[in-house]
């Protein structure tokens, strides 16, 4: 039997913290580097399913050009995303 998902607690923030936080991601999303990235994992996705390959709960890692775990992916590999470099 699977196990009951977790859920994800939304971080706590006053109305005005979150519009500012929201503003900050979606510069952060419309970047040019980021767009592409994005494009490259719709196109690298729609290929693997079409391979039949069982992608569900991976993501496309643009370090290792292949697909890793969510956790993994978006964890740093177990070193936090603090250290990477910066822009």
Not at 15 to 28: G, S
Not at 56 to 71: A, E, I, L, N, Q
Request: glycine fraction near 6%; charge should be positive; avoid cysteine.
């Amino acid at each position: 039997m699977a196990k009951p998902k977790k859920k994800v607690k939304k971080q706590k923030l006053t109305p005005a913290a979150a519009k500012r936080k929201a503003d900050r991601d979606k510069r952060r999303a419309k970047r040019k580097d980021r767009k592409e990235k994005k494009a490259e994992n719709q196109r690298k996705r729609r290929a693997a399913k079409k391979k039949g390959r069982k992608i569900k709960g991976k993501d496309y890692d643009h370090k290792k050009k292949r697909f890793v775990s969510v956790k993994k992916n978006r964890g740093n590999y177990g070193k936090g995303t603090k250290k990477e470099k910066k822009r």
